[in-house]
């Protein structure tokens, strides 16, 4: 028997028990082994809970307890998250995680003191929710050279985005459904503003080069800005609008990682992903494109990952499972100097400025519209873009990338 502690019992955590004991059967045949979750560490009482025997409110009693193998973190943040899992990792106790923003700050850093006392820090949940994604790089894609990764990672954004465009609903009013739903917290900064996917491609980022990408260095961009009337013309165009986390490799050894609001054809897979669910995208250089697709968040879809993780460190009791992440940092590429086409919607008379601003574009009307246009620009760098178009003044309405 491998006994395990979970850490924090709020959503995910409460999940991970409810999976561990609800598929006792097939995880423990998975884990060639019965797991038992000896611990749970909260600062709360819960009394009426099934399992409230078993909430401690002192992480020393997990620590020194030399029978738990394996600790559960989905405390989240980075304070004692970041304490916790360090001093279960030093004492040789492998550590599961759906914490993207400590992996995304500290991941190689732990991945390293992991190695060093022969145990593993695993967080495929840390991406995708359900979706396993960290996995497939780290095995199944190894004999790929993998030349980009783009993803709808934020379940948040996409359904507000989803709505917007199948009802034609404003920013503010599907933020407040997507809240009252649970889809959003009561401060959506991190999810609406991009600080969520930004982590979240850092990490792939990180798994994709080898290399740390510091989420704290990306152009990270949210949706707060598109409009019910973007989607307008994206239809028109057979586009849809999506929060995109990017990443490509370049020939000179750089790296574009970046995460903003892009209109897509309705012919990218990645079109079709609406509601809460997100996807990942990764191109490889043999395999061409391949995408992962499911729930990007919420209770049990998040915890069976890190089930999955849990039955992982079973298996490789005094084996560290190989993962390719260097506290290195990769060579950025400047997004300014990056080239690419935008979309912009401006008031109607403004089409001689569009065209003389950014000749060789393509003019989008909309019948029954008649006090904006849209407009396509040629592919050119962003900072030539974004020079010219602050120039056009309160004649422009809006951007968006093209991707």
Known sequence: MINVAVLGYGTVGSGVVEVIEHNKEQVNKKAGIELHVKYILDLRDFPDDPYGDRVVHDFNLILQDQDVKIVCETMGGVGAAYQFTRQALEAGKSVCTSNKELVAKHGPELLEIAKAHNCNYLFEASVGG?????????????????????????????????????EGADFDSVLKRAQEKGYAERNPEADVEGHDACRKIAIL?????????????????GITKITSDDFV??????CSVKLLAMSRNFEDGSTLAMVAPCMISKENPLAMVNGVFNAVLVTGNMLGDSMYYGKGAGK????????????????HQGKVITCFWDQEEAKLADVSETERAFFVRAKAHSVKDLEAAFPGGRVLTVEGRTQDVGYFTPVMKEKDFFAKYEKLGDSVLGRIRLA
């Open 233 to 238: 013309y994206a239809k028109a165009a057979n």
């Open 300 to 315: 049990l879809p998040t915890a069976s990952a890190v089930v999955a993780d849990v039955i992982d460190c079973a298996r």
């Open 205 to 221: 980022s990180s798994l994709m080069l080898g290399k740390t990408v510091d989420s704290e260095k990306l152009y990270t961009e």
């Open 130 to 166: 359900g979706i396993p994604i960290i996995r497939p790089l780290n095995s199944a894609l190894t004999a790929e050279k993998i030349e980009g990764i783009t993803g709808i990672l934020n379940g948040t954004t996409n359904y507000i985005l989803t709505k917007m465009e199948t």
